[in-house]
């Protein structure tokens, strides 16, 4: 029997090569290229033409329009991460850290959803007497959903093919493995043409399929980059061991917003979502205290508020340190850059700590401002008032730039009792909100003017 072809894959970039190296000549990651089987070929025609079946091609207007009512998960905050629910037909990835919650999280989600649906829980990591004895412990209606324990994609694919199950879970992917791949479960190829089967089972089928990633120590999808790429929906589930919130961020989603945001309390029942997510970010000291303060920030379709914190010292080292929780940490050392140039505050010799509390992370530009007030009142050891709320984009020039859905997060931070707002100029609202005073600034001096 003759050998099969083998090739090289990146990780990272999914570019196959003939020869294995160090670095992927493409992508110029180091330590990204494993072997996997090569399949065979298709035969062409003497014309250079795929000799098989061809597909089949109509205009868009034939293409029929009808909207599916989504299936509800059970969890409104999960259902406003998916953009509204589940649809039938799609793929799901959801990734986090190994005891995030993922398998309680999705096994809540399989118990509720199989009142209303035919639903399959498969597992390639645990036994379905673990499976049963975690449904036990939190109180779950178990009677209904059907389980297997199997890592083979095409005995998965023949099961549910035969028990036609409207929502699947797949326990994790990089557990799975297909009989074709000679490649241990986990390598890149495995999970490539594993999650590249389910899915078209799922298309074929109209099944909405969930898959349970791994992460890397990095916090990235463990695999390669493609399985992304692959699917409708990427999630990842953040928290952390020692705190009961855990957060699921949308990252990918063709059937909703993007960056869209769930939060959740683990507790000794399984998740329980949170309503109004603000009011946990705002547990703050009895006591004003210098550098804290709220500011206002979008997820998804909704407004946030947050509170942030800087704590700014005399450092005793040649270089300064800069430390940000939340937040990225080369966007304040170019905030700090305008902060001495534009408004005279000087930190080149201080240690400067930023944290965003309870263990948000923030990716948009709104943050600048209340960034740089906090970084000015723990400086000046000057407390800012308790019922004040910030947000802007700061500019390299030192211009206060607006930001998007500017009334929205003024109405969220009225909503929660806050009387002052310095904002950008541009953000004001002609009505004015009602019991608010809004302290409208068009250059970073203004703004820190307004703190005295």
């Not at 997820?299 to 914190?309: A, D, F, K, T």
């Amino acid at each position: 029997m003759a050998k099969p072809k083998t090739a090289y894959v990146c990780s990272q970039c999914g570019t196959t090569h003939g020869k294995w190296a160090g670095q992927c000549p493409d992508c110029r990651q180091w330590d990204t290229l494993s072997e996997t089987a090569l399949e065979p070929a298709v035969k062409s025609n003497r014309f250079g033409g795929y000799s098989g079946s061809l597909a089949e091609v109509q205009p868009m207007a034939a293409v029929t329009m009808e909207t599916e009512a989504r299936l509800h998960t059970g969890l409104k905050e999960l259902d406003r991460v998916l953009g509204g629910g589940l649809v039938r037909g799609s793929v799901v990835l959801i990734g986090g850290d190994p005891g995030v919650g993922k398998s309680t999280g999705l096994l809540q989600v399989c118990c509720e959803m199989s009142q209303r649906v035919k639903t399959l829980y498969v597992t390639g990591e645990e036994s379905l007497r673990q499976i049963a004895m975690r449904a036990k412990r939190l109180g779950l209606p178990d009677k209904a959903l059907l389980l297997t324990a199997e890592t083979q994609v095409e005995a998965i694919c023949a099961a549910a093919a035969s028990e036609r199950p409207e929502v699947m879970v797949i326990d994790s992917i990089q557990t799975m493995q297909v009989a074709d791949v000679q490649s241990a479960p986990g390598s890149v190829s495995q999970v490539r043409e594993s999650a590249a089967r389910l899915t078209q089972f799922a298309k074929q089928s109209n099944t909405a399929i969930f898959l349970v990633g791994h992460v890397t120590k990095s916090g990235d999808l463990a695999g390669p980059r493609v399985l992304e790429h692959i699917i409708d929906v990427v999630c990842y589930f953040e928290g952390n061991s020692d705190s009961r919130y855990r957060m699921i961020r949308a990252v990918k989603n063709r059937y909703g917003a993007v960056n869209e945001l769930g939060v959740f309390a683990m507790t000794e029942t399984g998740l329980k979502e949170i309503a109004n997510p603000s009011a946990i970010f705002l547990s703050r000291s009895s006591e004003p205290m210098p550098g804290s303060v709220v500011m206002v920030v979008w997820e998804g379709s909704r407004p946030l508020l947050v509170e942030i914190q800087a704590l700014v010292d005399d450092s005793h080292a040649e270089n300064p340190r800069r430390v940000t929780v939340g937040l990225e940490q080369n966007r304040l050392s170019m905030l700090l850059a305008v902060l001495h140039r534009h408004g005279n505050v000087v930190t080149y010799n201080q240690d400067v700590f930023i944290n965003v509390v309870g263990g948000v992370r923030v990716n948009e530009t709104s943050v600048d401002l209340a960034l740089l007030l906090a970084i000015v009142s723990s400086l000046r050891d000057q407390p800012l008032p308790r019922d004040l709320v910030v947000f802007g984009e700061v500019g390299l020039a030192g211009e206060i730039r607006p930001v998007p859905n500017g009334q929205e997060r003024l109405r969220e931070a009225a909503k929660h009792g806050f009387k002052r707002a310095i904002i950008p100029r541009d953000n004001a609202p002609k009505a004015g909100i009602k019991g608010m005073e809004l302290i409208a600034v068009g250059k970073l001096g203004e703004a820190i003017a307004a703190l005295a």
